[in-house]
């Protein structure tokens, strides 16, 4: 992973747990009836954090391993998740994976791939992953096509500390390509949402690793503009985040 990608949420590990948006349950069923998921199918979360998207196939019973280098957030989903046996949590990188050759059925990276050095992180997705094997990216992506999605887009980029150079958009469509290449992908989207009163939405701004923390240069300035912002669109003391989950998958 990239040079301080490992270490940056260290301390955002609870607003994380308790505000990011986690991911739609037909994702299962789009990888069960198009890619063949299947009982009994081994997969490993690259990059899984405190398990939001390992959390999704636990349900339906898969075997998660996650790979995860930040302490703070692997303990936490070792914490989170340990109503689920089927689940283990591993120290380790997308460029360095402690798993055996072609150990699992299936790769997932959930809202971390944009952090990998993706020529190394190939070579050991091909060296994890069984025969026929697939690999699934997944992103949850604000959307802007409300009023609201605009101003919150707006606040991010005012005050955030390094957003458009660590935004996962700044991957393109072409770099995901040359990553499953010479395989092709396939692209689908889900729509997600959030409903988040004040608390909730400085709590999911605070999980972002770009912007000011509590305490810190810039946060009073923040939240006075959260608040004006929130004030301005809240309906029955909530406001609603709208997301695009996009899911690409493929064989390596």
């Given amino acids: 992973m990239k040079q301080d990608s490992t270490t940056r949420f260290s301390s955002r590990v609870e607003d994380y747990v308790k505000y990011r948006p986690h991911y739609p349950a037909e994702v299962i069923a789009f990888l069960q009836e198009t890619y063949g998921l299947a009982d009994g199918h081994v997969i490993a979360d690259i990059g899984s ?11 339906k019973g898969y075997t998660v391993i996650g790979v995860e280098p930040n302490q ?5 989903s070792i914490q989170l998740l340990q109503g689920y046996p089927r689940f283990t949590a591993l120290d ?10 072609q150990a699992v059925d299936a790769i997932l990276s959930g809202q971390a791939f944009h952090w ?11 060296r994890i992953l069984k025969a026929n094997g697939f690999v699934v990216l997944i992103w949850n992506e604000r959307q802007e096509d409300d009023d609201f999605g605009k101003a919150f887009e707006r606040l991010v980029i005012d005050h955030a500390q390094d957003y458009q150079r660590v935004d996962h958009r700044n ?6 390509g040359d990553f499953y290449s ?20 400085e709590g999911r701004l605070l999980s972002s690793s770009y912007m000011p923390q509590k305490n810190s240069e810039g946060y009073s300035a923040m939240v006075s503009a959260l608040r004006e912002l929130f004030d301005k669109y809240e309906v029955a003391g909530q406001v609603t985040i709208a997301y695009l989950t996009k899911v690409y998958v493929g064989q390596m």
């Fill in 49 to 59: 954090g405190t398990g939001i998207s390992a959390e999704l196939f636990l349900k």
């Fill in 72 to 76: 703070p957030m692997r303990e936490k």
């Fill in 92 to 101: 380790g990188t997308a460029e360095n994976i402690p798993l055996a050759d």
């Fill in 116 to 126: 990998f050095d993706r020529r190394k992180a190939k070579s050991e997705f091909k």
């Fill in 171 to 176: 991957i393109s469509e072409k770099e995901i």
């Fill in 182 to 201: 010479p395989k092709a992908y396939q692209l689908k989207a889900f729509p997600n949402a959030q409903q988040l009163d004040y608390n909730g939405l």
